[in-house]
């Protein structure tokens, strides 16, 4: 394993490593299996999950459900091997905790893989952020459409532009911003938890009200047939892009298992862990769902930068200062300086990229591809590798090394396939 000091921390990419007892010092975990559960599915049923319909549709009924299983069951394997190194040397009494991401990878791989790793994780945490204001405005535009055309007709011009939803979004965010850490949003992930499963039983209801009232199932062996192969091939890699976003939990996976409180241990738990109306419902559903899934992604980078900025800069009235904010109401408000200018920074950084680039299914494409097999497959085995202490050539060595590549290659084709739909929306 990799000797890390505190003396070797790289700016922006703090990864120090603490005992249990430093740990309670710092933060007291009070998490369950009940939370852990809320953050979990706020996480997972997120903007991704949106995009699944339209990926079922390019991929077809022969390749699209056995597309949606096969990730699900590698991003499966993913947690359970990055659950494995939350803790060190014993993977569930062992007494140094890894309560990031880039903590663990540090530690068991070394400075130099830290560092990339540091790029793509905060890239994926962002991008994450940057499809929840996108996926926001298109749900409020469905609720304003639906109502116009449910009082006007199909016919209407019911037309509403993203920009004004997206902004309304990110000044939410700016207040939502300033909860101080995952410990303190159990809350926000419970009720975010319970609007995922209202939509999505919403949705699933409508479903098989449709296939009732059609009598059959529709769809094709093939999906959504295109006018040439070459563009049908492109719609099919952007799929798989799709589906590869919807299963972002690895990279908030050990900041979530560091709320837990033990016993039992930390790696147990989380691994047990048409009326017109009703589409409105569940669109609302989808908004109120991603105020806390914007919250999930964001607060593993707000950590970050705002330790970093301590670290370096103990003695700043800007980093540790508070600016007291009294209301009409006679209530007095303590303003952390830092965490408001950073995070109102980040939010407006976030819905500005949103309203350059609002094409939902080909953003959703590019950070899947780009991501999954990096943080969900490569950097979660080459931990375990170590952590278990795997001998090349192994029969496990092998059969990890063979998983590892085939989930570089179906990203790869992935990432060209989302990359190109990108950028053809972009020129039209």
Same mark, same amino acid.
């Given at each position: ?23 309670? %010092? ?186 009732? %009232? ?96 301590? %670290? ?117």
């Amino acid at each position: 394993m990799a000797d890390y000091t505190k003396d070797h921390q790289t700016p922006l990419v703090q990864c120090s490593n603490s005992s249990d007892e430093e740990a309670h %010092e710092l933060t007291h975990r009070t998490g369950t299996i009940w939370t852990a559960i809320a953050h979990i599915i706020t996480g997972v049923m997120g903007a991704g999950v949106l995009s699944l319909a339209w990926s079922l549709a390019q991929l077809g009924w022969l390749f699209g459900p056995p597309a949606i299983i096969i990730f699900a069951a590698v991003t499966g394997v993913s947690n359970s091997i990055l659950s494995d190194c939350y803790r060190s040397p014993d993977s569930e009494y062992g007494p140094h905790r890894h309560t990031s991401f880039l903590q663990a990878v540090s530690f068991y791989l070394g400075e130099k893989n830290q560092r990339i790793c540091a790029v793509l994780l905060n890239e994926s945490l962002f991008g994450n952020d940057i499809a929840y204001t996108i996926a926001t405005a298109t749900s409020i535009r469905a609720i304003l459409k639906s109502n116009c055309y449910h009082e006007q007709g199909h016919d209407s011009d019911c037309r509403y532009e993203d920009n004004i939803y997206m902004l309304m979004f990110g000044l939410v965010q700016i207040v939502m911003s300033q909860i101080p850490n995952f410990h303190d949003m159990a809350w926000l992930s419970v009720v975010a938890a319970i609007m995922s499963f209202a939509y999505s039983t919403i949705g699933l209801g409508l479903g098989f009200a449709k296939v009732i %009232e059609n009598g059959e199932i529709k769809g094709s062996i093939g999906g959504v047939p295109e006018a040439s192969v070459i563009d049908k091939l492109w719609l099919v890699f952007q799929g798989l892009g799709d589906i590869a976003f919807a299963y972002p939990y690895s990279i908030i996976l050990l900041e979530i298992q560091n709320t837990l409180k033990s016993p039992p241990s930390e790696t147990k738990t989380m691994k047990k862990a048409s009326p017109y109306w009703l589409v409105d419902l569940a669109n609302a559903c989808v908004v109120l769902h991603l105020v806390g899934g914007y919250q999930v992604f964001s607060q593993p980078i707000f950590a970050l930068v705002e330790t970093w900025f301590s %670290e370096r800069y103990p003695e700043s009235q800007f980093v540790n200062g508070f600016y007291r904010l009294k209301l009409p109401l006679l209530t007095t408000f303590h303003v952390n300086l830092l965490r408001l200018c950073f995070r109102t920074l980040y939010v407006m950084t976030t819905t500005g990229i949103a309203m350059l680039f609002p094409y939902f299914n080909q953003v959703l494409g590019v950070l899947g591809a780009l991501n999954f097999w990096s943080l969900t497959v490569y950097f979660p085995v080459e931990m375990y590798f170590v952590q278990r202490e795997i001998v090349p050539w192994t029969t496990k060595w092998v059969a990890l090394r063979i998983f590892s590549l085939a989930c570089f290659l179906v990203s790869a084709v992935a990432f060209i396939g989302s990359l190109q739909g990108l950028i053809t929306a972009k020129l039209r």
